[in-house]
């Protein structure tokens, strides 16, 4: 099944959990894609990963395992301990939740599509979500064809790097 095929199949979510659940990956989720570079034993060769995640503390597990069995994405979970910053500033165990499959990400495109982010966040899944449709059209690279030229990818992965940068609030009015 293709991108488009996804995009035009009906969604069986309830609305208000999908827009709940828009409204939460604004404030808590994560839209990423990596590039690592490879080297095999003939050529350079190169990866990109991308990945939605929510991380939170781990006393909120329960709502990550309900956001998992809603979605039917089979999401993984990972644990942390506590973390001490440079700061000597010591977090709470925490539990992070992951989507890495393309074709998981592609049923993530037609629920935030369905269900729109509304702040800063959409852009950055506007950005993730052009890359996993690249990546989607890929044809697979092999030693007989050789890698794939992925320039068009790096650059966005790029591009989603740069848009999540912070940029102090400037306010248009006096009022605030």
């Not at 190169?46 to 329960?62: A, G, K, M, P, Q």
């Not at 301990?81 to 993530?108: A, D």
């Not at 794939?148 to 609030?169: G, P």
């Amino acid at each position: 099944m293709d991108a488009e095929e996804y995009l035009e199949r009906s969604l069986k979510m309830d609305d208000a959990f999908g827009n709940w659940f828009a409204g939460f990956t604004d404030g808590e989720g994560s839209f990423t894609a990596r590039v690592a570079k490879l080297r095999p034993k003939k050529g350079n060769h190169i990866e990109i990963d991308v990945e939605f995640s929510i991380c939170l503390r781990d006393d909120d597990t329960e709502i990550l395992r309900e956001i998992n069995k809603r979605l039917k994405l089979n999401g993984k979970f990972t644990h942390y301990g506590e973390l001490t910053n440079s700061q000597g500033i010591t977090s709470k165990p925490r539990v992070h939740y992951s989507i890495r499959r393309i074709k998981n990400c592609l049923r993530l495109i037609e629920i935030f599509d369905r269900h729109p982010l509304r702040a800063k966040k959409a852009r950055d899944y506007a950005i993730w979500r052009e890359i996993i449709f690249e990546l989607k059209k890929l044809p697979r690279g092999n030693k007989w064809h050789g890698p794939t030229d992925r320039t068009h990818i790096i650059n966005l992965a790029q591009d989603l790097k740069e848009v999540r940068k912070y940029e102090s609030f400037k306010s248009s009015t006096q009022e605030d």
